[in-house]
């Protein structure tokens, strides 16, 4: 069943500050993957566009760098957002490594091998999440840093220009396949929600999707909102 047109109850799983702060990395990291490759082949495209291909390189340029400020102010407005907002801060706790991702990491490779019978119920945030969310802070510390370098390139010996390079290029390849791979194959390529997981537009999350991915989370959930359930408590709030 296609839980992405299921019409049964469903769950807030990302805020709208959430969801546009989503967008505005999706959309600006594409743009300086695109514009950023087509460096690499620059005279094969140049030639390409023929009298145009100057033109062409110039407007590269400057949404590359457009793209790379996008980038850059969404990040410091994320990372602020989960200091002084309750609803980042939740966030951020929630995404926290823990020891417990370890065991459930250990239990779903093996439950994918056919050696345990049953998943582990996962929370809001499973590790493979944890992992993605953490590597896109890791990844674009890289690529601003080394982005800002370039960028100032006189005030820089050529030695760490061409370090500064190697990294930056070396981390677009990585982002790009962990955007195609990684991420949208699993989020959106999902059996349950095939051919698109809506919630990075509405926010919601089905019933359904949430017992089938996040158990835990949809128990708790449960608990918050069904007084007669045992260890649910009628005064908290999701």
């Not at 033109?55 to 002084?84: D, E, M, Q, S």
């Not at 080394?146 to 760490?160: D, H, I, Q, R, V």
Request: aromatic share 14%.
């Amino acid at each position: 069943m296609n839980s992405a047109n299921d019409t049964g109850r469903k769950f807030l799983r990302m805020t709208k500050s959430q969801r546009i702060q989503h967008v505005i990395l999706f959309v600006s990291t594409t743009v300086l993957v695109l514009t950023g490759f087509m460096l690499q082949a620059d005279t094969w495209l140049i030639g390409l566009f023929g009298k145009h291909g100057e033109t062409v390189f110039y407007i590269r340029g400057l949404l590359h760098r457009i793209a790379g400020v996008t980038v850059a102010a969404v990040c410091a407005y994320h990372l602020i957002y989960v200091i002084i907002s309750k609803e980042g801060r939740s966030w951020a706790i929630d995404m926290l490594p823990r020891p417990k991702d370890a065991i459930e990491a250990y239990q779903n490779i093996m439950f994918m091998l056919g050696f345990c019978k049953q998943k582990p119920k996962f929370d809001r945030f499973m590790y493979m999440e944890k992992l993605e969310y953490w590597s896109v802070y890791f990844g674009m510390t890289i690529v601003i840093v080394t982005g800002a370098m370039m960028w100032s390139e006189y005030l820089w010996p050529k030695f760490y220009l061409d370090i500064a390079n190697v990294f930056h290029l070396g981390e677009a390849v990585l982002a790009a396949l962990a955007i195609i791979v990684g991420h949208i194959f699993t989020v959106h390529y999902n059996p349950h929600v095939y051919p698109m997981n809506r919630t990075f537009i509405d926010g919601m999350i089905s019933e359904e999707m949430m017992k089938e991915e996040h158990e835990f989370w949809y128990e708790q959930e449960i608990k918050k909102t069904d007084p007669s359930i045992p260890g649910a408590d009628s005064n908290d709030k999701g």
